[in-house]
Structures are given as C-alpha cells and as structure tokens.
C-alpha cells in the first residue's frame, strides 16, 4: 500500500483549486439511476470513491463513460438490482442505491454496509422509512432485500438526523406515488445539491436545507446534464493547512457560503480571512489560539472536520476541548497525533481535551480513515523531521491528488508507491 511522506517546517503559500464534493457526487451519481437516458455530470472528483461507485452502477448494467472530471451514466440498460458484498465493503454510500432501485425497478437485494473505523454505523432509518413507504424488507445472509410494486408516499419522522437517509427517502420518493414528507431530515449543502439535480430532472421536491422535504411523486424522471458543488471538507482540509503553517493561500473554486462554521473556527484560531464570493484566502496567524468545538449536524460545526482542526490544536497555546456527537468512535487519530508528541486526553469516546504544545515531531503513523489520514498530513506538514503516514489507502477515498496540491503550496510532500 502507498505511504505519503512528509517533512515538515514550510509554511504554505500560494492558491489551491478544490475539487468537485465526493459527498454530494456519490448522491447525485446515483440519482441516474432514477432516469431511463443519458445524464451528464461535470465537476466529477477522481477519487477511489467515485471509481466504486461508478463500478456498482456498471455492475447493475447502466451504461457509464468517464473522461476527466465527466461522468455520463445511461441507467436505461440496467437489468441488476443487485450490490454484492465486495463493493459495498470498500464504500459504505453504496447503500444509497436501495432507494433508487426500489423506486424504479420493485426490488433490490444490497449487502449490509456494516460499521467502519469510526463506529457502528446503522441503516435502520433507511430500512424504516422504505418500509413506511410500503416496501417489504428482508435481511438474509448479509444483505437487504427489499421489495415494492409501486413505492407510496408517507410521513416519516426520522429518530435522528441522518444525511444518508435522507437522501435515500428522497430519492426513493421522487417515483413514489403520492406525497412523501421527511420530518427531521438533514440539512447539509450536499442535501440541497441532490434535491436541485432531482428538480432538475423533473422531481417535486420542496423544502431542502430546511428539516421538513416534501416530496411529491412522479412517473418519470428525464435526463440532466448537471455540476457537481465544490468540496467543503477539502476546502477546510486545505484552509487548516494554511492556518497551522502560518502561511497565505487562496482556496478557490470552493463555496464560502456552505463553510460558516468552519470558517468562524478558523477565525476563532486567530486566522485572517478574505472571503470572496467563490475563495477564501486564509493567512495563518503568528500562535494559534486554543477553541473548543462541538460537532453538529449541518449548519454546525462538520464531524468530517474534526480531524483537522484537532491537529491545529495540539498546537494552540492553551487547552481546547473537542466534543465528537456524531459518531462513536471517531477520535482513532488521537493515539497516532500523541506518537507525534500531542498532548491529548479523552474521556470517553466522545470528548478530547487537547493541550497544545510548542511543537510536533514526525514519526510514523498509521492513518485509520479518511479524515484521521487528512490530519495527520497536516501535522507532518508542521512536525520536526519526516513523517511516514502509513495505509493511505483511505486518504485516496476522499482527496483528489492531496499531494500534488499541497506540493504546489510549497508543502515537502510525496508518495511512496507501494
Ligand atoms: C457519503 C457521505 O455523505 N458521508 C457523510 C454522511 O455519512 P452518513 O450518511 O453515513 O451519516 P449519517 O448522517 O447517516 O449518520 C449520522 C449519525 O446517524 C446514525 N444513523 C444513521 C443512519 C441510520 O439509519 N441510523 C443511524 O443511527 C449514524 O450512526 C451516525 O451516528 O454524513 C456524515 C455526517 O455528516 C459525514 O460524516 C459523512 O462524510
Ligand atoms: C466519513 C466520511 O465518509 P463516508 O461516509 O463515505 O465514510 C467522510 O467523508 O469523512
């Protein structure tokens, strides 16, 4: 498996391009399967992500061609409701398929997603909500089997706000008969980008980016050609960067307007920011200052950047405390940030006291999910000597050519191929 090796000292300068959001394209890529015809999507990232699910929706007989940052996917020839085990394992979005297919084929039989590095993850609002919408569910052998003739519209409540669930109801909802109404739904800009290319194509869906859709059916969905919105967690990825080197980048081609919490953060740290209509230029303070955070459901503060945030923090000049709400198990980085030197203690699963201190130094470390791989490049980029973060494999799921960008920062970066 590849290693990235970093060494640190460089503060970042210079402008860096962010690529097309992976949460919002495997959504929106799966929406072709709502549609008998050619969709067109553009602003496509090249991740290993968006590679397996482009196989799942090979697999189930759609027509796919990919070229650059374009994806045409014609759903018209699938003749498979089936997502085995071996794809669904490597991406736990592959779930989102069950909606779709149900909705437009009656059936779909899906391999259980399972948890993964950080937590048990369940799909039970998924499985309640179809079965509210009439669907028969069965669970055999590791996978869901569900089945409708016509999907209904209904009232669904969800327990607990949930992006993925959300998506999958409103999917499935756009072919339902009648009108559907999703009560506590998720709020997130890649919930809003998903109901626009659903419009789009020809779907009633009102309401997103508030907590209550509202969904009415119809009888058929046509073509789009469509955009895929910019990287939110990349565009942080990256403005953390510049902020704990204490340098001056320019993050453009993102979107500032999806991104309030996390640039208030950065403000909080001490950071300056310019923000344009479609960039940030973010210059790194001269000693960051301690904040604490709370991750929330959208509009709050993004699980996704937790990670990042923690490693600026082991440098900050006072104690910040981090509380985790949206998964279990989602502080693995801890103990590799503390093989660099941090000083990181938690309580529980869920809140981490972090102390900073004057500097990191590199070590190897061994990176356990996509953010926890984001955070520790960047604590390579600021620690004395070389940095070996180990099993990359999950930093490819989520980051376009991350090395390639940062070495344009000035960032001493590179891939060992393995
Ligand atoms: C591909 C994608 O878009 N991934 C994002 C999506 O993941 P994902 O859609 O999997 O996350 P959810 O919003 O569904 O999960 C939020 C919480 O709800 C729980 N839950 C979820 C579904 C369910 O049926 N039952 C249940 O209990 C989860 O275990 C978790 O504790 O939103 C997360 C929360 O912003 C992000 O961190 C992920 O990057
Ligand atoms: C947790 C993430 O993704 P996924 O839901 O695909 O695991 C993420 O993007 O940080």
């Known amino acids: 498996m590849d290693k990235i090796v970093v060494?640190?000292?460089?503060?970042?300068?210079g402008?860096?391009?962010?690529?097309?959001?992976k949460n919002a394209a495997l959504p929106i890529l799966v929406s072709s399967?709502?549609?008998?015809?050619?969709t067109t999507f553009r602003n496509v990232p090249g991740l290993m992500d968006i590679h397996s699910i482009v196989c799942l929706l090979s697999e189930l007989g759609a027509t796919?061609?990919?070229?650059?940052?374009?994806?045409t996917i014609d759903a018209s020839t699938i003749d498979c409701v089936e997502a085995p085990y071996d794809l669904v394992r490597k991406m736990r979005a592959s779930i989102l398929v069950l909606g779709p297919l149900v909705a437009r084929m009656g059936r779909a039989k899906v391999s259980m997603p399972g948890g993964c590095a950080i937590g048990d993850r369940p799909i039970d609002l998924h499985l309640k909500g179809l079965e509210a919408m009439g669907a028969t569910i069965r669970l055999e052998q590791g996978y869901v089997e569900a089945e409708a003739t016509r999907l209904k519209g209904a009232r669904i409540v969800f327990d607990t706000v949930s992006v993925g669930a959300t998506e999958n109801l409103m999917m499935a909802a756009t072919l339902a008969e009648g009108v559907t109404i999703l009560s506590n739904a998720a709020r997130e800009p890649e919930i809003i980008a998903l109901a626009d290319v659903l419009n789009a194509m020809g779907a009633k869906v009102e309401g997103a980016g508030t907590p209550e859709l509202t969904i009415t059916g119809v009888s058929h969905l046509s073509p789009v050609d469509t955009a895929i919105i910019p990287d939110r967690i990349e565009a942080g990825t990256f403005m953390v960067a510049a902020a704990m080197t204490g340098g001056d980048v320019e993050v453009t081609a993102c979107a500032p307007e999806h991104m309030e919490h996390t640039l208030s953060k950065l403000e909080e740290v001490g950071a300056t920011l310019e923000v344009g209509k479609d960039s940030v230029r973010v210059i790194g303070p001269k000693a960051i200052k301690s904040v604490d955070i709370r991750t929330a459901p959208y509009p709050g503060f993004p699980t996704?950047?937790?990670?990042?945030?923690?490693?600026?923090?082991?440098?900050?000049?006072?104690?910040?405390?981090?509380?985790?709400?949206?998964?279990?198990?989602?502080?693995?980085?801890?103990s590799e940030l503390k093989r660099m030197g941090a000083d990181i203690v938690l309580k529980g699963n869920d809140v981490a006291t972090v102390k900073g201190i004057k500097r990191l130094s590199?070590?190897?470390?061994?990176?356990?999910?996509?953010?926890a791989s984001a955070s520790l490049i960047l604590s390579g980029l600021v620690a004395k000597g070389e940095t070996v973060v180990n099993r990359v494999y999950h930093l490819d799921r989520g980051y376009e050519h991350i090395e390639t960008k940062l070495r344009g920062l000035g960032a001493d970066i590179e891939r060992i191929k393995g």
């Open 7 to 13: 060494r640190g000292g460089a503060p970042l300068h």
């Open 15 to 21: 402008r860096v391009r962010v690529s097309g959001s």
């Open 33 to 38: 399967l709502l549609v008998g015809g050619k």
């Open 64 to 71: 796919v061609d990919r070229a650059e940052d374009w994806v």
């Open 304 to 334: 996704d950047m937790q990670a990042q945030f923690m490693a600026m923090l082991t440098l900050a000049d006072g104690a910040s405390v981090i509380h985790e709400t949206i998964f279990e198990n989602r502080f693995i980085h801890v």
């Open 362 to 371: 590199g070590a190897q470390v061994m990176a356990s999910d996509l953010r």
